[in-house]
T-cell receptor
Framework: GQSLEQPSEVTAVEGAIVQINCTYQ??????LSWYQQHDGGAPTFLSY????GLEETGRFSSFLSRSDSYGYLLLQELQMKDSASYFC??????????FGKGTKLSVIP | KAGVTQTPRYLIKTRGQQVTLSCSPI?????VSWYQQTPGQGLQFLFE???????NKGNFPGRFSGRQFSNSRSEMNVSTLELGDSALYLC?????????????FGQGTRLTVV
């Protein structure tokens, strides 16, 4: 089976940097994805890591260490609009994504 | 291009009834996945369809079923509704369904069972 652990809530100040960690236990692993979901909205894709290392997309970066079964999402220059839930998700080769339970990020002034 | 469209957006049903939810994927996308989202459990995988074939099914009872049509539109059905089926049902489409590709989610159908 698959299981993913991520913090349930994180609070950070506008303009700061925040890191959301994700550890996983899976039978089979293709890669780690991150999704953002605002209240009442649809999840939207942020990034994908299939290999170890850092992927950068604007203010967002995502990191993967396959040997440690660990990844993180890094958000820089936080803005109020970044307040949302962030989900890590693992693909294990069976046409499904297994999601963590989400981290609710609150950005405060 | 148009996004993923789910209908209806909101639904209230009574225990024991059955319900059908619809999902129209992005044009050209052949893979459609369904997820159930609840506050306690997060997003849980229901099933995935590609070219009218179910390729994978999650750990849900047989009351949950789905299908995909030749135009890639998909429906899911829940029979004999239970209170615990109250959730947001999300549909996601992608070109081929690989886990290394971006999945595009619809706004979901909020199902309330009373």
């Amino acid at each position: 089976g698959q299981s993913l652990e991520q913090p349930s809530e994180v609070t950070a100040v506008e303009g700061a940097i925040v890191q959301i960690n994700c550890t996983y236990q899976t039978s089979g692993f293709y890669g780690l994805s991150w999704y953002q979901q605002h209240d009442g909205g649809a999840p939207t894709f942020l990034s994908y890591n299939g290999l170890d290392g850092l992927e950068e997309t604007g203010r967002f970066s995502s990191f993967l260490s396959r040997s440690d079964s660990y990844g993180y999402l890094l958000l820089q220059e936080l803005q109020m609009k970044d307040s949302a839930s962030y989900f890590c998700a693992v693909g294990a080769g069976s046409y499904q994504l297994t999601f963590g339970k989400g981290t609710k990020l609150s950005v405060i002034p | 291009k148009a996004g993923v469209t789910q209908t209806p957006r909101y639904l209230i049903k009574t225990r024991g009834q059955q319900v059908t939810l619809s999902c129209s994927p992005i044009s050209g996308h052949r893979s459609v996945s369904w997820y159930q989202q609840t506050p306690g459990q997060g997003l849980q995988f229901l099933f995935e369809y590609f070219s009218e074939t179910q390729r994978n099914k999650g750990n849900f009872p047989g009351r949950f079923s789905g299908r995909q049509f030749s135009n890639s539109r998909s429906e899911m059905n829940v029979s004999t509704l239970e209170l615990g089926d109250s959730a947001l049902y999300l549909c996601a489409s992608s070109l081929f369904g690989g886990e290394n590709t971006e999945a595009f989610f619809g706004q979901g159908t909020r199902l309330t069972v009373v």
